[in-house]
């Protein structure tokens, strides 16, 4: 099986710019996370949604925004890019909603904002 | 939300049994206790997962307390490409919609191996 995949692998954009990240998530897995994480620190959660309802958002601005669709893949978009959003973007997914469950992620998309 | 210490970086090397202790002390009942493994530029992996007591896998073992309030994740015998941040994380739960789905990583503990 396929494990999580998430594209582009790598970003380059411009302050005001939007982009969108794409995640596809392991078959049979209905929760997709996302996670950003700044270099030398731990993932920060920014989204969760299972059978393509938000479950859970983090402590991020209006300009991150996220959605899943009917085949459990997930898109991340982010508005009006600061250069402070410079981070890899992690995508994970798992059988169910809660921490108990095992999360398999992704490579990541490391966006930078220039 | 229950947090968690754990040390920020440890040395080690080659064929040495590692032990990374992590605090929990706001652990709620229903909380699992999980810890992962990330390399550099990659999403972390799944390691080991307990409740209580002991639990051993093919990579690792996992030792928790009867209070629950700290757990030991134990690698033996690491090599060179176990060097990697190691992070504790317990189960979070958001106060709206029951949701407990976001996993909440510190800093994590930066291993060392060493030939």
């Known amino acids: 099986d396929a494990g999580v995949t998430q594209s582009p692998t790598h970003l380059i954009k411009t302050r005001g710019q939007h982009v969108t990240l794409r995640c596809s998530p392991i078959?049979?897995?209905?929760?997709v996370s996302w996670y950003q994480q700044v270099l030398g620190q731990g993932p920060q959660f920014i989204f969760q949604?299972?059978?393509?309802?938000?479950?859970g958002r983090g402590n991020f601005p209006d300009r991150f925004s996220a959605r899943q669709f009917p085949n459990y893949s997930s898109e991340l978009n982010v508005n009006a890019l600061l250069l402070g959003d410079s981070a890899l973007y992690l995508c994970?997914?798992?059988?169910?909603?809660?921490?108990?469950?095992?999360?398999?992620f992704g490579q990541g998309t490391r966006l930078t904002v220039v | 939300l229950a947090k968690t210490t754990q040390p920020i970086s440890m040395d080690s090397y080659e064929g040495q049994e590692v032990n990374i202790t992590c605090s929990h002390n706001?652990?709620?009942?229903?909380?699992?206790i999980t810890w992962y493994q990330q390399f550099p530029s990659q999403g972390p992996r799944f390691i080991i997962q307990?409740?209580?007591t002991k639990v051993t896998n093919e990579v690792a073992s996992l030792f928790i307390p009867a209070d629950r309030k700290s757990s030991t994740l134990s690698l033996p015998r690491v090599s060179l490409s176990d060097t990697a941040v190691y992070y504790c994380?317990?189960?979070?739960?958001?106060?709206?919609?029951?949701?407990?789905?976001?996993?909440?990583f510190g800093k994590g503990t930066k291993l060392s191996v060493k030939p």
């Open positions: 078959s049979g897995h209905k929760s």
């Open positions: 994970a997914s798992s059988l169910r909603d809660d921490t108990n469950t095992e999360a398999f």
């Open positions: 949604y299972y059978e393509k309802e938000e479950r």
């Open positions: 307990g409740y209580k």
């Open positions: 706001n652990i709620a009942t229903n909380d699992y």
């Open positions: 994380l317990v189960g979070a739960t958001l106060n709206y919609g029951g949701s407990q789905g976001n996993l909440i």
